[in-house]
């Protein structure tokens, strides 16, 4: 499976997917125009994904910034790696967060209480 890979700019995160290495990994800031559009092949790729997944897959969420319409979408993302975990394969959600951003650490919290995967807070320290 060809790993996703889209460079971030300043309204949109980074972005890596890879399968083989079982790597999910989002970075920046995501205030795309358009969030649905900008998370659908996130969707569709880990969709495509979960059918054979890695034995482990890590995330790593490290996002300085985003808005009410990414939030949606990002929820979406967690619930294609929810699915995948619900079939008995291994995943762990690193949400990072700066040392004195206590929305992003909410924001992490409140995914974790929806979402039924085991999620590490990961303080980032300057």
């Known amino acids: 499976m060809e790993p996703l890979i889209i460079e971030g700019t300043p309204k949109t995160p980074s972005v890596r997917f890879d399968a083989q290495q079982g790597l999910v990994e989002i970075k920046g800031r ?3 125009e358009n969030s649905i559009e900008f ?3 996130l969707v569709d790729w880990l969709e ?3 059918e054979n997944p890695a034995p482990l897959t890590q995330v ?3 996002l300085e910034y985003f808005n009410t319409s990414s939030s949606k979408c990002i929820l979406d993302v967690f619930k294609k790696l929810e ?3 619900k079939a008995k394969h291994d995943v762990v959600i690193n949400w990072y967060y700066e040392e004195d951003d206590e929305d992003m650490l909410e924001a992490g ?4 209480s929806i979402i039924r995967v085991p999620f590490k807070m990961v303080e980032i320290v300057d």
């Open 48 to 50: 495509k994904y979960g």
């Open 60 to 62: 790593n969420v490290q």
């Open 109 to 112: 919290e409140d995914y974790e």
């Open 30 to 32: 995501s205030i795309p």
């Open 39 to 41: 998370y659908k092949p």
């Open 83 to 85: 699915a995948i975990f």
